[in-house]
């Protein structure tokens, strides 16, 4: 793939396209009532995270996609993990779910999540649960059918969680799926045997890094293998 940053007119053009796409996502929020479109580093602990580590919303035609392909019925609990100021679950509100969650550990992005699923135009059709904490400690909410995961954290933190997440699924046989934004830590999930790559949304960015980032994977979790 050319790097398409190491050509010459990119810094020119970086900026503008950048804009262009905060644009879209204002005129979203506008019309919806609501203040989601940020890009701030909101994680206000000393959790260890890398540097570069930018806790922006996905954009709402990827929500809507993703949500479209997973084709949620009334039986299924969302599990948002890390939900920011409240942008997936407002889009989620759109589709029968029976219940969705949501945990945020910074306290002041999920008190924004409450104000904007308060006063979003959109009236949701599920009833949304936010919980200020930390996924680490939080028990799995009953009946999660469906994790979404918009990279939240990895490393260790990451492995800290799927181990929690598969433990509830060793207690609570059920069918589980999990939606992976920016699969950072993809090869982890191969790696446990565990996890089932079903689907992607492939990330259509000009440069390689950016296109990860922008890819969306669905999985879905297996079962505990039986011991014979
Ligand atoms: C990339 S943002 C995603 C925001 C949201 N999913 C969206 O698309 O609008 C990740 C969020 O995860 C939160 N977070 C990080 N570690 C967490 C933890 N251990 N428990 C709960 N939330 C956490 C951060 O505070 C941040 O708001």
Redesign the pocket.
Known sequence: MIEIQRLPFWPAVRLPYRLARASVQLTVDRALGVQ?TLLRN??DTS?DQPADFI????GWTTLWRIFRWLAPTEGDVLY??????G??LLVAGRFPFRRLVG????KR?HEEAEANLARCRLRGKAPVELING???TQPIPDGTSIVFF????DGI?FDRFIAHLLADLDQRPRRLRFVYYNPREHAKLEATGRFRLVHRFAGLRPTENWSRMMTTHFYEVLPRPTAD
């Open positions: 989601t909101e994680l959790l806790h922006g919303p996905v948002d993990v890390g939900s920011g100021n942008r997936p945990i945020e550990l910074a992005m930390d996924a680490l918009a990279n939240p954290f933190i």
